[in-house]
C-alpha cells in the first residue's frame, strides 16, 4: 500500500518524454497501465 504517488510520477515523467500513458481495464482481474515514450524527443 501506498500513498498513491507513483502513478502521477510516471505520468510526469512519461509526459516530459513526449509519450502516452493509458489504462487498459481487464474485467475481473484489474487493469493493465501502458504507456509510450518517444523515440527521439525534442528539447
Sequence with gaps: DGFGLGLSFV????LKHK?????DPETNIGAKFCFTLAKNPTT
Excluded at 505520468?11 to 512519461?14: I, L, W
Excluded at 509519450?19 to 489504462?23: F, K, T
Design 11 to 14: 505520468k510526469q515523467v512519461v
Design 19 to 23: 509519450g502516452e500513458l493509458w489504462i
